[in-house]
Each structure stands twice: as C-alpha cells, then as structure tokens.
C-alpha cells in the first residue's frame, strides 16, 4: 500500500512538473488575435495565439508554429502547453490557426500562413519579440507549409514584401515532395489530398518545396522520425539530397525511436532536448538587416 502510494505520488508530481514547465517564470500568453479578416483569404477569420516571456531586457526571438493534421484538421489551442514551454525559454512562441481542406487549397492555406507571418513582423515588438529575428517551424502538413513560405518568395511578393523569415525547423515534415508523391498514388478522385492540391502535376509540382530550392533561401533544421511513415522518410531524404546543392551541412537529425506524432508531442516535455537544439540553431542565425524601405518589393 505504501509503495503504491510512493508511485502514484512519484507519477502525480512528474505530471505537474511537466505541466508547470522548467521553472516558474511568468509569461504572457495573448489568445485568439485575428491576423486576417473574412473575406480577404477564406471565408472566416483567421486567428493565432502569442506566448511572450514575462520580462526581457532585449526583444526575443520569434517562432512562429504551423499545426499538423493532414491539411484538414488540427488547430492552434492544441499546442498551447508547448506555447507555455517555449516562452518560459524566453523565446516569443507564435501559434497559429489557418484555413484548411476542403474549404481551403494548399495555396490559401500557404497565403494565410504567410499573412500570419507578416501580422507577425508588423506586430510583434507590441509583445517583446524582435521583428528581425522570426523563426517558423511546422510539424507534419504544417511543416510542408512551413518548408513551402520559406523557399517559394511569391507569397511574400504577393504581400509586398520581402520574405522575412530568419530560419525554419521542420518537424517530421510532410510533403515536401509532394509532386512526387501524388504521382506515385496515384489517388483516385475526391480523395482529401486532390482536394488539397488538385487532381493537375503541375500544381503539384507547384506546392512541392523541393522544386522552390534557392541558395538565398533561411537556414534550415530539419528533424525526422525513425519510425514516421515511408512517405516522410522518402521526401526527407530526398531533401536533404538536394539541399546540398544550395545549402551543404543543413543539420539533419534522426530520432530513431520516434514515429511521427511522438515528434511533436515530445515538446510536450519541457525538458526535452529539441528546445536547447533549437534555441542554439535560431542564436546562430544572423540577424536580417532589412530596413522597412528594403522590406518593400517593388512591382513592375
């Protein structure tokens, strides 16, 4: 009886430890902040969540997380713990939610992220982050979106201005070869993922990241599960492959024990050794020193 109530103790304080974070320092968290209105991109508002340190002396890097879930599920309060998690690292941790499938295609879904992203650089001084210093990370369907407005600057141009993402982590990222992908299922019509990104290669090959490669593009860190699915693994690799065309040494890192939701909700545990990898990638990251004239995109 003893030991049983020594375990259960042990159990019920782990849990609250984690739930707590790794320490007790006070942050701000600002919930459901529209970054684009209905009508301008899809049908309803589109909203994200802010979770800021409490105090800084200097402005904090920015991340900005896009959910997973297959491009037609998921949504931001999931990951509010996380949010809590990264903010008590004194990092400015941005969740957002954005259109999904079938009301929306990959390009609005793609467009609203990169509208969050620019919300974010216009705004985010206001809850002690640095607008020179913004980070994205995306996890499954978010990663590819994530991959996808980091290397393809025409969302950006299409918002006027420059792309102004510091660096990108991918976690366990999917689609990032989509066209080739699509074209080996060969999925029948109506399916979620034609639905997504039409039933045209060309498209596919559009919404693909590995096509939009660039040697001017951020800084890259890429993790990926051992025991994810094939689909992963193959764009994955073929990835890296041809990152080393543009940018040689990306760091890759394989956990071979984890499948792929496992590669999310291990942020869940404050303590995990992915916050201090990130932190060190995003704190050798140069500052972009784009003044706000430079950040305007001049159109023919």
Not at 85 to 109: C, F, N, Q, T
Not at 277 to 297: A, L, Q, T, Y
């Amino acid at each position: 009886m003893r030991i049983t109530f020594l375990i259960l103790s042990i159990i019920i304080g782990a849990i609250l430890l984690t739930l707590s974070g790794c320490s007790l320092k006070r942050i701000n968290r600002t919930k459901d902040l529209v970054y684009t209105e209905a009508g301008k991109i899809v049908e309803t508002d589109q909203q994200l969540s802010i979770f800021a340190p409490g105090k800084s002396k200097t402005p904090d890097d920015v991340l900005v997380f896009i959910h997973g879930g297959n491009w037609n599920s998921g949504k931001k309060s999931q990951y509010n713990i996380i949010g809590s998690h990264w903010a008590k690292k004194g990092v400015v941790y941005v969740i957002i939610d954005y259109p999904l499938s079938p009301a929306a295609d990959y390009r609005e879904m793609a467009m609203a992220s990169a509208i969050s992203v620019k919300w974010v650089k216009e705004n985010i001084s206001r809850y002690g982050g640095n607008p020179e210093r913004i980070f994205v990370s995306g996890h499954s369907a978010g990663g590819h979106l994530a991959a996808l407005i980091s290397t393809d600057d025409q969302y950006f141009e299409q918002l006027g201005i420059k792309n102004p993402i510091a660096g990108t982590v991918l976690i366990d990222a999917a689609g990032l070869d989509m066209y080739g992908y699509l074209m080996e299922e060969k999925f029948a019509k109506g399916h979620t993922y034609l639905k997504t990104f039409t039933d045209d290669p060309k498209t596919w090959k559009e919404a693909t990241p590995l096509y939009h490669l660039h040697k001017n593009m951020p800084p890259m860190l890429i993790y990926r599960g051992g025991k994810t699915y094939e689909s992963i693994l193959e764009s994955n690799e073929k990835f890296i492959k041809a990152l080393q065309d543009y940018a040689p040494g990306t760091p890759y890192h394989i956990q071979e024990k984890k499948k792929h939701i496992p590669m999310i909700t291990q942020f869940f545990n404050p303590w995990n050794d992915r916050y201090d990898e990130i932190i060190e990638f995003m704190g050798k990251v140069d500052e972009r020193k784009n003044s706000s004239e430079s950040d305007i995109v001049k159109k023919n």
